[in-house]
Nanobody, 127 residues
Framework: QVQLVESGGGLVQAGGSLRLSCAAS????????VGWFRRAPGKERDVVAA????????YYADSVKGRFSISRDNAKNTVYLQMNTLKPEDTAVYYC????????????????????WGQGTQVTVSS
């Protein structure tokens, strides 16, 4: 069992930055690939970024490439999502999720691939 807690959301003006954190408890991050997803009002939950167990491979949705950066600190059991140059369309509830894996280098982009989810943190970007 993995418990995930997201933090770092809030209200920010367009062009601003936020850093989301996803802290895990219940087991170490070892052997876990991690993804960040978001659900905007009236829309489906979509992948934003994903990172492999070793952090050697990352994925970004086209809408956030060049603005968002995913990273992880396995010693702290924490994954981060640095969000820069935020836009109003980034407004959503952001979720982190983990998937147990034996692959050092694989990331996962489909929500159904993930085993555990956090409760989410709200990000609101004002224009």
């Amino acid at each position: 069992q993995v418990q995930l807690v997201e933090s770092g959301g809030g209200l920010v003006q367009a062009g601003g930055s936020l850093r989301l954190s996803c802290a895990a408890s219940g087991r170490t991050f070892s052997g876990l690939a991690v993804g960040w997803f978001r659900r905007a009002p009236g829309k489906e939950r979509d992948v934003v970024a994903a990172i492999s167990w070793s952090a050697g491979n990352t994925y970004y949705a086209d809408s956030v490439k060049g603005r968002f950066s995913i990273s992880r600190d396995n010693a702290k059991n924490t994954v981060y999502l640095q969000m820069n140059t935020l836009k109003p369309e980034d407004t959503a509830v952001y979720y982190c999720a983990t998937k147990g894996t034996t692959s050092f280098s694989t990331f996962y982009t489909k929500s159904e691939s993930y085993d555990y989810w956090g409760q989410g943190t709200q990000v609101t970007v004002s224009s």
